[in-house]
């Protein structure tokens, strides 16, 4: 067998490994010209003598160098040649990392794959293909390595991935090192273009490549780039368990703090949530609440990567968050006591109680202008009042609080023996109690709770104190939604109701609040004895 046989047959068995092309995909080729990209084109073509496939390419002219003009033209000439569409960018490189603050090989990055995304938007593809070898990888690898890294920059580059826009990066000859690509080239006759700025050491991964590696290869193993290569698989495959398991340990222990109490937030999807990937529940106002008891309950390990996910989410670019910043919120977890910690784009750290709250200052509803940072969401500023009128025995009512769901009010005649349900987002009251109406509003100085004494008998407890007692955070107190007459609260929702208004065995009418949209068996039971 041939090298070419050989080479094709071991790349077109790394494509099918790796899932990268099925039949009838379109796929846009990154192809700059040199030895790399023109050889994963070729393979490309060869792949689509097999399977049908849709090809276009995507060139850029960086304007780095005196003859990348001719580049580009080499490159068009062999679209040309092969009836492939043929996409062309020209940008300036240098004059965007000097306006971008970045070095001039991200700016050459960022350009690349604006024009493979814009390439891919007008020939309807859904694929990239960009030309990485396994010396590539194992200089990724390095870098990341001697730079700081953990599992995921120690994987290296993955062969398969999928951007946001659901747009997917595939890396055909990732399995293949340049001895192999260059090798593949000679023997079907197909010359490439020498980039000069690949020859020097100005560029870091270029020392990796022209001194590091060699010198592995010669004074270490062999077989240094190819070891490297398949411990870089298992640290990959080992990341990716590690990241199911953060987002279940965070469903487990984080919630929004989007408005509602710790109690209604924990469990992931609740109220005010807006899922991301993997499940976990994005708080509705750039906030998260961390129950600290059960965070601590998970490995080390878990622990920096939960803080290092969320501090990423509410970061503005996702970047810039060190491991500086994931020690200092992690010591607030491991000491008791009040405190905060400052970090990057405004984020604060804030423990209370049993409970760390992280948050970012003008994130969500209030960078939209719709709330401050603390106080009362703008779907309690103003009560909402509720007739309770007997039209509820017909049709109910329904009042929208924002992202929290919704209050809705129903009443109906109640048979003795029915049970009265004891969920913490579903509350019944004695109807004929009830005055003519009621508010939904924040809380308000003077207001109270009844509740019953051992002896039997019943006192008022001021909300104020009921929310210091159940250590529910100040920032907190104002976003939960009050279920009011007058200052005598029917039910701090999520908490508790008061005992003046409970169903009881002579209750032949029942006023039924329900709060929707919650997880329903997130808990059954509140915290206070018999304040169902």
Request: net charge negative; glycine share 12%; with cysteine.
């Amino acid at each position: 067998m041939g090298i070419r046989e050989e080479t094709e047959k071991k790349v077109f068995a790394y494509i099918e490994e790796q899932g990268m092309l099925s039949a009838g995909d379109r796929v846009v080729a990154g192809v700059s010209g040199g030895a790399d990209s023109v050889c994963m084109l070729a393979l490309l073509l060869a792949w689509r003598e097999r399977r049908p496939l849709s090809l276009a390419v995507a060139h850029v002219n960086h304007g780095l160098r005196r003859e990348a003009g001719e580049d580009a033209g080499y490159v068009e000439e062999l679209c040309r040649r092969e009836g492939v569409p043929f996409f062309l960018t020209e940008s300036d490189v240098r004059r965007s990392a000097l306006e971008e603050g970045c070095s001039e090989e991200d700016a050459g990055r960022r350009i690349r794959y604006r024009a493979f995304r814009e390439a891919a938007r007008r020939t309807g593809a859904d694929r990239v293909a960009v030309a990485h070898n396994s010396g590539d990888n194992a200089e990724t690898m390095l870098f990341h390595l001697f730079r700081g890294s953990g599992l995921a920059g120690l994987g290296g580059i993955a062969p398969l991935r999928r951007e946001e826009g659901g747009l997917w990066i595939l890396r055909p000859i990732l399995c293949l090192e340049r001895r192999e690509v260059e090798a593949y080239l000679r023997e079907r006759g197909i010359s490439w273009r020498r980039d000069s700025t690949n020859e020097g050491d100005d560029y870091c991964r270029n020392r990796i490549r022209h001194h590091i590696l060699p010198y592995a290869g010669e004074a270490v193993s062999a077989g240094a780039v190819g070891h490297m290569l398949r411990t870089a698989q298992l640290l990959r495959e080992t990341e990716g368990y590690l990241r199911q398991q953060t987002e279940e340990a965070l469903g487990r222990c984080v919630g929004p703090a989007g408005g509602m109490e710790p109690e209604m937030g924990l469990a992931a999807g609740g109220a005010g949530a807006d899922t991301v990937p993997g499940g976990v529940a994005s708080g509705a106002a750039g906030r998260y609440l961390v129950d600290v008891e059960a965070f601590l309950g998970f490995h080390r390990a878990l622990q920096g990567r939960m803080l290092l996910e969320l501090l990423k989410r509410l970061s503005p670019t996702g970047k810039d968050i060190l491991a500086v910043h994931v020690q200092d919120v992690l010591a607030l977890f491991e000491r008791e006591g009040n405190r905060h910690v400052t970090l990057p784009f405004g984020i604060t750290a804030r423990r209370q109680y049993a409970l760390v709250l992280l948050e970012r200052a003008g994130a969500g509803e209030g960078s939209a202008g719709m709330e401050a940072e603390d106080g009362a969401p703008p779907y309690l500023r103003e009560p909402l009042e509720v007739p309770l009128t007997e039209a509820l025995f017909g049709t109910p009512a329904a009042y929208r609080l924002g992202s929290l769901g919704e209050l809705e009010f129903s009443a109906f005649s109640i048979k003795k023996e029915r049970e009265v349900p004891k969920n913490r987002y579903t509350k019944w009251f004695d109807y004929d109690k009830m005055e003519e109406r009621a508010v939904i509003r924040s809380r308000e100085r003077g207001d109270y709770l009844t509740i019953a004494r051992e002896a039997g008998s019943m006192a008022h407890k001021s909300l104020k104190d009921y929310m210091i007692g159940e250590k529910i955070p100040r920032q907190l107190r104002d976003r939960i939604p009050v279920v009011a007459m007058g200052s005598h609260v029917l039910w701090l929702v999520g908490w508790r109701i008061s005992e003046a208004f409970k169903v009881s065995g002579d209750t032949e009418r029942v006023l039924q609040v329900r709060l929707t949209g919650q997880n329903e068996e997130s808990g059954t039971e509140e915290k206070d004895v018999g304040a169902h």
